[in-house]
């Protein structure tokens, strides 16, 4: 059991380059979501997803794109990277819920440092 | 809408020592809140949470928090620090009700642990 894993690593990019970072989960989590973390401005949202096949904006979606084509993986795209995006990208997973009733916790992968120049 | 603003950006404490690490939160709506540990190069480990129940909750490693809705607090505490505690810690909060777990986090508190 993996729980959430994150390729690549490290990437470094040039202005206007193009890439994917691919999430993979194998707990049949329904909810994932794309976090980018800076210094001093904690994690914020990128997009999330309560199931496969759909995606919805978090806090700071602009410059990116993501799918859920399957379950188990959430692809985050950046079509033309801007040194902005220079940031460490970390992807998290959970059980659906979130209602009054109950909470369920979010597990979060190692993440992807991305250096845009 | 939520927020979360934690009260300094870097604590020192010496080995031993009390550790407060402070978390103010606002919210529309009931909360559930929650710590996070990073160590370096890593990702983020859930620490503890709140979500109903008893207001001081304990979680790994030695620490606890306590909620306080009169002051929307949830400041986090260790009696005696070890030299492994130094890493960052994010306070965060969800939404009671909002579909999707989203959460929302503080900007981050680096502890550092001295000798």
């Known amino acids: 059991n993996a729980g959430v894993t994150q390729t690549p690593k490290f990437r470094v990019l040039k202005t206007g380059q193009s890439m994917t970072l691919l999430c993979a989960q194998d707990?049949?989590?329904?909810?994932m979501y794309w976090y980018r973390q800076d210094p001093g401005m904690g994690l914020r949202l990128i997009h999330y997803?309560?199931?496969?096949?759909?995606?919805a904006k978090g806090e700071v979606p602009d410059g990116y794109n993501v799918s859920r084509l399957k379950k188990q993986n959430f692809l985050l795209g950046l079509e033309s990277a801007a040194p902005s995006q220079t940031s460490v990208y970390f992807c998290?997973?959970?059980?659906?819920?979130?209602?009054?009733?109950?909470?369920?916790?979010?597990?979060f992968g190692p993440g992807t440092r991305l250096t845009v120049l | 809408a939520q927020s979360v603003t934690q009260l300094g950006s870097h604590v020192s404490v010496s080995e031993g020592a009390l550790v407060l690490l402070r978390c103010n939160y606002s919210?529309?709506?009931?909360?559930?809140l929650f710590w996070y540990v990073q160590y370096p190069n890593q990702g983020l480990q859930l620490l503890l949470k709140?979500?109903?129940?008893?207001?001081l909750v304990k979680g790994i490693n030695g620490f606890e928090a306590e909620f306080k809705k009169s002051e929307t607090s949830f400041h986090l505490t260790k009696p005696s620090a070890h030299m492994s505690d130094a890493a960052e810690y994010f306070c965060?909060?969800?939404?009671?009700?909002?579909?999707?777990?989203?959460?929302?986090f503080g900007g981050g508190t680096r502890l550092m642990v001295k000798p």
């Open positions: 998290a997973s959970s059980l659906a819920g979130g209602l009054m009733s109950s909470y369920n916790e979010q597990f």
């Open positions: 707990m049949n989590h329904e909810y």
């Open positions: 997803s309560v199931g496969e096949g759909t995606t």
């Open positions: 919210s529309s709506v009931p909360p559930y």
């Open positions: 709140y979500t109903t129940g008893a207001t």
């Open positions: 965060a909060v969800s939404a009671k009700g909002h579909a999707g777990n989203m959460l929302t």
